[in-house]
């Protein structure tokens, strides 16, 4: 079956096709809330949830911690490392920053686990290490008969032991976080900022709501899907622009009419792109889109099927099947994108003449999902995206060290197996 021609799983018959009662199960962490249910409470908490995400005011506070953190912690980080040729993890740094990024909107807090100094908050680093536990035994529980798992989780040996570990972490965490903002304490911005200026404060005043364990499975799944899609992209990206040196020409060339209205702030002289200013940069975007087409952050799409189906490529599906797209497979298809599907090619999401994206369905670029449960966070990941590698690649060279074994993880999240060591050199301008 060729998946992309065939947009029935997402849109036209999605009601056929939910994530189902297993993925509920494996995923119970985040159990009643919008990532693991279908159907009618589904709609209704994405709606809260869209309406909480698209408030412009929401938006603002957004790009505003981006832009700090981006400011404050990244490039400053990159600088000393830059003065001292220090080889690091990119990866491993990348996470630290969601962390704190995915954070501060939603819980009007900065965790911190940036700054090197506040690794003692052994609280978010736990938190942060049982993300990546769920995400990697999740994955290999897909793909294990469930009641193999389930006797693993009943004797409570096995990856289902960890996973129990990975649990009371994050739910201590969440806990925390919910304990501190009813607190009301430590937070980002003014008073007047603090009155709804985080999103965990318009749950907190709903109703719907009230029950802690599920505003407790609401942050975590939010912690899911903000922080490691865009961590993971984004090491992706250093690692493709390293081996094409003429898309980071291209990308500064797209760049320089912005930098060139602007002054650079601090000693040394650095640039920050603002997402106002890279919002229009469509080649910019052109490489966020293909790194996501060879590696997208979210590799499976897990879906069960309500009733016997013929699919329209003629094959038959029955009640209780469980269909596993590979989304990682679909981006690879020469039937899809043309003999030259394994080359990164930012070019091929261009029109003609490069002023604009070309229109593709997204039943064929599936990274950010399709139809009625499409990522609601995809214009706030392509605000951060732009903003990291635009203020990245203006002030360095980033080098990937050699000697690497480069391969993605078998996870939920499609992270690098070995991380990914890369150096820095401050441009001379
Ligand atoms: C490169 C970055 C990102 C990628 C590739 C991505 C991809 C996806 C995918 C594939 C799904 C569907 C998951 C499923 O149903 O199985 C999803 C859902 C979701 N994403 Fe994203 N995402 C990204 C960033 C973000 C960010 C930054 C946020 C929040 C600020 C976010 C919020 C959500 C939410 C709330 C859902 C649930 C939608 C629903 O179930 O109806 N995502 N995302």
New binding site residues.
């Given amino acids: 079956m060729r998946p992309y021609k065939c947009p029935t799983i997402f849109t036209t018959n999605y009601t056929n096709f939910p994530?189902g009662a297993e993925f509920a199960d494996i995923f119970d962490i985040v159990g009643g809330s919008?990532?693991t249910i279908d159907g009618e409470p589904?709609h209704q908490q994405?709606a809260k949830?869209k309406g909480a995400?698209s408030n412009p005011r929401m938006a603002a506070t957004m790009a505003a911690c981006c832009c700090d953190k981006v400011e404050n912690g990244l490039l400053p980080f990159f600088r000393r490392m830059a003065s001292t040729g220090t080889p690091f993890d990119v990866q491993e740094l990348m996470s630290r920053f969601m962390f704190d990024l995915a954070a501060m909107p939603f819980f009007g807090v900065d965790p911190g686990l940036l700054s090197s100094e506040m690794l003692q908050d052994r609280l978010h680093m736990d938190a942060a290490v049982a993300l990546d536990t769920f995400m990697e035994v999740g994955f290999s529980l897909l793909m294990t008969p469930s009641s193999y798992w389930k006797l693993m989780r009943w004797l409570n040996i096995g990856p289902e032991r960890k996973l129990k570990v990975a649990r009371t972490v994050l739910r201590e965490f969440a806990a925390e976080m919910m304990e501190r903002r009813k607190m009301n304490t430590c937070f980002v911005g003014n008073e007047d900022e603090q009155e709804d200026g985080d999103i965990l404060s318009c749950f907190l005043n709903d109703p719907d709501y009230a029950d802690d364990d599920l505003l407790r499975a609401m942050i975590i799944g939010?912690m899911f899907?903000?922080r490691d899609?865009?961590g993971t992209?984004l090491t992706w990206i250093f690692y493709k622009l390293a081996q094409n040196p003429n898309i980071v020409s291209n990308i500064r060339k797209e760049l320089s009419p912005i930098a060139s209205r602007k002054a650079a702030v601090g000693v040394d002289a650095m640039l920050i792109f603002e997402p106002k200013e890279t919002r229009s940069l469509v080649y910019l975007k052109a490489v966020l889109y293909e790194t996501?087409r060879l590696y997208?952050?979210?590799p499976l799409?897990c879906k069960t099927v309500v009733a016997d189906y013929i699919m329209p490529s003629g094959h038959e599906v029955h009640a209780g099947d469980t269909i596993i797209i590979s989304i990682h497979s679909m981006g690879r298809m020469e039937g899809a994108w043309g003999e030259d599907c394994l080359h990164y090619k930012p070019d091929r999401w261009l029109s003609v003449g490069g002023n604009n994206m070309r229109y593709v369905p997204s039943h064929k670029f599936l990274?950010?999902?399709s139809g009625p449960?499409m990522?609601?966070?995809?214009d706030?990941?392509i605000m951060?995206?732009k903003t990291v590698i635009a203020s990245t690649l203006w002030n360095f060279d980033v080098e990937v060290m050699d000697g690497q074994t480069i391969q993605p993880k078998q996870a939920c999240i499609q992270q690098m197996k070995n991380g990914l060591i890369v150096k820095l050199k401050k441009r001379e301008m």
């Fill in positions: 994530k919008l990532f589904s994405r949830v995400l939010y899907a903000a899609t865009v992209t996501l997208p952050a979210a799409e990274a950010f999902n449960r990522c609601l966070g995809k706030i990941a951060q995206m």
